[in-house]
């Protein structure tokens, strides 16, 4: 096995839907810029309340990416 | 913009369907007393077990409104 | 009331689906050599990631069950 | 099970005699204003030194509570 | 000494000019309805920013006050 | 001296009286199963409330005992 | 509201005067580079000394920016 | 008022009889050579099992006390 | 995939030797009992002092195994 | 370079006027016994209301300083 | 002293030999894109193991280098 | 057995080799003026970098030792 070396960068993703949601979301927009994701890990649930009513949900995670050689 | 302070108190939200059910009745109990509700923090994640499954989850939140002045 | 002893134990859940479920599964592996689970705790959010979609979902848990006399 | 809402106060209790003294008596006090309380956590154990002795014991806990349909 | 039972409460303090005026808004505005008090922690220190320039101060802090006989 | 290696394994032990009795119950329900029990270290202490008094103390505590050879 | 993505990048900013000094010299920074800022959390406060005297200020902080569709 | 400086201490403090014995013995022995001790904190609560039975108690403590003028 | 479930298992591994020598001995010791040991965390790094000199290093570490169907 | 070692202190310092303020008294006192102060680092932030106000900030720092060879 | 900016960046880095190979590769593979780095803090040690042997060690660090003007 | 009481002070340790030898390094350090030393808990890992490789390793630990009667 090679030495591999990953990078985390920390992202912030929402959804009006679930938490399950606002983790793709980030996930999915990370995809553009960055390749070889391969792990995230959930820092932090926050969410947005608009009218007594729970308005989006927030998760802070970190995503870890090869570096490629 | 005015100066505003905001106040934290701490619940625990609780259902048998899912996480983000148990946030949304902790959110709507405290509509009923608390006005300009902001947004949630999330404490903790736990639930009850009965007879091998889970039988509600349980998510203890910090939720954050305005102090009216 | 009789001075009750609880055991932890520490697990990881999987699943392609939820949150919800990974824990499910957990809970349910358990089941099989263990008996009484009370409650569980999570400890940490994570997840796997292929091709830049969240593959499954891993919840790490304490699960609670009481020791019998 | 109806989905129960609770709510977590936070308390410092103190007392001359023993740490579980301190406790006693900051669920005593709370018990004119809160009904229902379940629960509690303690959060940090302190306390206050008079020449050379240890004159009284401080501990800051949560207490939980059924908020009531 | 008799035995004294404090309580904490969460606030957060915003100001546009310091972080030490953001925690005295937040003492001035629970002044209002809290009475006796004594002491407070600083649980956290944020801000917002507005066109690459801190807007305002926010800071999370625990107030403590007597509870009266 | 040999390379010991030592495993925890994480307990809540109750009791109606004390802190202490908390501990001596969850170490003596412990020692029905496990041998060469040598520290242990508390992790949290709770307690449930039952008509405004603390009707009982819980203590989660990790216990470390010697593999044998 | 669409679903925004947020990232968050951690930072340290000094300055020889004050601490909030020290987190706007952060924010002047990253704005040459990084558009849409909207808030900071503070990590931690260090600082350095010199002859016995407080020489600057370190503090290191999270600033989160929207990530543009 | 003056603008006092305090010191921080960390001791531990043992006892086969309770908790609060063992941070009396520590607040004890700092006696001896430390003046003007005014407050502590349990940092984390350990002890020593000997054939089953908790042989004494550890307390993990910091003292603080006036640096004097 | 099908939905993995992991446990992990809490070890303290010494060595007079190295840190890593230590945490390799606690990985082997539990290899006698316990099949398809996938990773390790370390918890806590600690030693023994002996006459000035460190005698041996302790890692507390939690160790995940899979759960075989 | 020579191997270098240095001792952290942990000291609270106050002060009626600002955060920065109370650090520096705290430096200040600690340089007549202390020397070769290097770096601090903040603890905690807490502070002291009189009437309603403020009265005086205090802050829990460690200050390192190089052991002379 | 002129007012320096620094930035964190978090990686992960492996090896087969030892946790402190595992950080200079980490340090080494960053080196090819980032100049300037000052300094690195571990914030978790981890490592996988296959055939009951520790195959390879990794540790998330973070590593702090000046933004240049 | 007679109640010890111990103190524990808190150092850094450094050395261009490895993780050990900077905790060695402190513990020798220590030892010219603090007798009876019993044992270390390492607190942070940390490094230099100098032109792109790590210059010295730094380790902030603390070290327990029995006040004698």
Same mark, same amino acid.
């Given at each position: 096995?090679?030495?591999?070396?990953?990078? &985390?960068?920390? &992202?912030? +993703?929402? =959804?009006?839907? =679930?938490?399950?949601?606002? !983790?793709?979301?980030? $996930?999915?927009?990370?995809?553009?810029?960055?390749?070889?994701m391969?792990?995230?890990? $959930?820092?932090?649930?926050?969410?947005? !309340? #608009?009218? +007594?009513?729970? #308005?989006?949900?927030?998760?802070? &995670?970190?995503? +870890?990416f090869?570096?490629?050689?």
């Amino acid at each position: 096995m090679t030495d591999h070396v990953y990078k &985390l960068t920390e &992202l912030v +993703g929402t =959804s009006p839907e =679930s938490l399950e949601r606002a !983790i793709q979301n980030a $996930v999915a927009r990370a995809k553009r810029t960055v390749r070889n994701m391969r792990w995230f890990e $959930v820092q932090q649930i926050r969410g947005h !309340i #608009e009218k +007594g009513e729970v #308005e989006h949900w927030q998760v802070i &995670l970190k995503v +870890g990416f090869t570096l490629e050689d």
